[in-house]
């Protein structure tokens, strides 16, 4: 079985920059989540989706974060502008259902800079 | 608000050691507890689901337990070794409406040769 697919894997940009992480769940996972991980903390969630629609996204910094999961499958997370204090691990998890604490599985994570 | 915190923070031990990572959560109403490793630079990989209603799960040489009522999990790494390395994390499914996981820091750990 595939894991969960995340790309890219390290993206430096300068601040102000805009940027676009991706992420492919696990085959017939209905749920997708994108955490943070900012170095020496446990991640923290940033946004959760069931199928193609947003069930908690109130961490989510909606001023410069956004994101989508569209057809309920792949989803998009962007930054736009980013800020020095973005810099972390962003790392997209998927389970087979919701609610219920069904075992979560991560992708690698992408590392961001902001410089 | 749920927390989750991890003790010790960072923990060095020679080869072939038994050793307990613990992990407590502020909050009793959890779904289920989930352990991780994370070695540098790396996702998490999932280790042990256990679910509320059970007592401890295992695999391998890990051993996990959960307390709900004390707000307690363990980890237990019979016979250490080396590639054990990397940084363990708790992580409690929280029995909020929106069921999400709450992370601990973790703990470093070290196994020396």
């Known amino acids: 079985e595939a894991g969960v697919a995340q790309s890219p894997r390290y993206k430096i940009i300068e601040k102000r920059q805009s940027v676009a992480f991706w992420c492919n769940p696990i085959?017939?996972?209905?749920?997708l989540y994108w955490y943070q991980q900012i170095l020496g903390q446990g991640p923290k969630l940033l946004i959760q989706?069931?199928?193609?629609?947003?069930v908690d996204d109130s961490q989510l910094p909606k001023d410069r974060f956004s994101a989508e999961r569209l057809k309920g499958v792949d989803s998009t997370l962007k930054i736009q502008p980013a800020k020095l204090e973005d810099s972390a691990v962003y790392l997209c998890?998927?389970?087979?259902?919701w609610g219920l604490g069904t075992e979560a599985f991560f992708g690698q994570g992408t590392r961001l800079t902001v410089v | 608000k749920q927390e989750v915190t991890q003790i010790p923070a960072a923990l060095s031990v020679p080869e072939g050691e038994n050793l307990v990572l613990n992990c407590s959560f502020t909050?009793?109403?959890?779904?289920?507890l989930q352990w991780f490793r994370q070695d540098p630079g790396k996702g998490l990989t999932s280790l042990l689901l256990?679910?509320?209603?059970?007592r401890e799960q295992t695999s391998g040489r890990l051993n996990a337990s959960l307390d709900k009522s004390s707000g307690r999990s363990t980890l237990y790494i019979a016979a250490s070794q080396p590639g054990d390395s990397a940084t363990y994390l708790c992580?409690?499914?929280?029995?909020?409406?929106?069921?999400?996981?709450?992370f601990g820091k973790g703990t470093k750990l070290s196994v020396k040769p």
């Open positions: 998890a998927s389970s087979l259902e």
């Open positions: 909050d009793s109403a959890i779904y289920n």
């Open positions: 256990i679910q509320s209603s059970q």
């Open positions: 992580a409690v499914w929280d029995g909020g409406s929106q069921g999400n996981l709450i």
């Open positions: 085959s017939g996972h209905a749920t």
């Open positions: 989706f069931q199928n193609n629609g947003v």
